[in-house]
């Protein structure tokens, strides 16, 4: 036999032997199958984790069990953030002489005597300007049913630059360089099997 064919035959029978103990046995440095490192996709980790704990719901106040009783979709935060933006915007409103923007939100008797209002300042020939310096949370001081509706009463807290000028722009009332504090307190309705989650303001006390 040729002795090139048999030194072959060698070298192949030894690299089998040496792949055997590589892929048919564990060694010092083969990880355990526990040990072994799980490869996932980038992200796949945040999608597989475990679900936290659903948050529970905080109890209501007082004041928004009354409305919640009637109106399921009702929510705190929703509410006292839209009420602060709607007292912003009606004053704003009232005091450019302009509540077309406001008129869907405003009851009509509530309406005609901010613009009564609106009219006799103009007949003067004053101008007003309200710069809203900032709005605390509002105050729920009473909610109620009454007949049909759900009555809200609120009481708004704000820091405002408020002036008055006449015609030739001199200074009639409040100041341009002073910041007040002024406190009203609006009353909202709507009505309680209605599916619309806007407010009406039907009444108001107070400076604005």
């Known amino acids: ?34 040990d072994r490192p799980v490869l996932r996709p980038v992200g796949a980790e945040q999608d597989q984790a475990e679900p936290e704990a659903a948050t529970k719901a905080k109890p209501l106040p007082a004041w928004a069990e009354v409305i919640a009783e009637h109106y399921r979709a009702f929510d705190v935060d929703d509410f006292l953030s839209g009420s602060a933006s709607a007292y912003e915007m009606i004053a704003q409103s009232f005091a450019k002489g302009d509540l077309s923007e406001v008129s869907g939100f405003v009851a009509d008797d509530v309406l005609s005597s901010f613009q009564g209002a609106i009219d006799e300042r103009n007949a003067s020939g004053h101008e007003m300007a309200v710069t809203f310096v900032g709005v605390e949370t509002p105050e729920v001081v009473s909610s109620e049913r009454d007949g049909d509706e759900i009555r809200v009463e609120v009481k708004f807290t704000s820091e405002q630059v408020r002036v008055v000028n006449d015609s030739s722009g001199q200074t009639v009332e409040g100041s341009a360089e002073a910041v007040i504090t002024v406190v009203d ?19 108001t006390t107070g400076s604005a």
């Not at 046995?25 to 199958?33: I, Q, V």
């Not at 009353?187 to 009406?200: D, E, G, Y």
């Open 1 to 34: 036999m040729d002795l090139s064919i048999i030194i072959f035959a060698a070298v192949a029978l030894f690299l089998s032997y040496r792949l055997f103990t590589v892929l048919g046995s564990r060694d010092g440095h083969e990880p355990e199958e526990g």
């Open 185 to 203: 307190q609006w009353a909202f309705t709507r009505p309680v099997k209605s599916n619309n989650p806007n407010w009406t303001l039907v009444a």
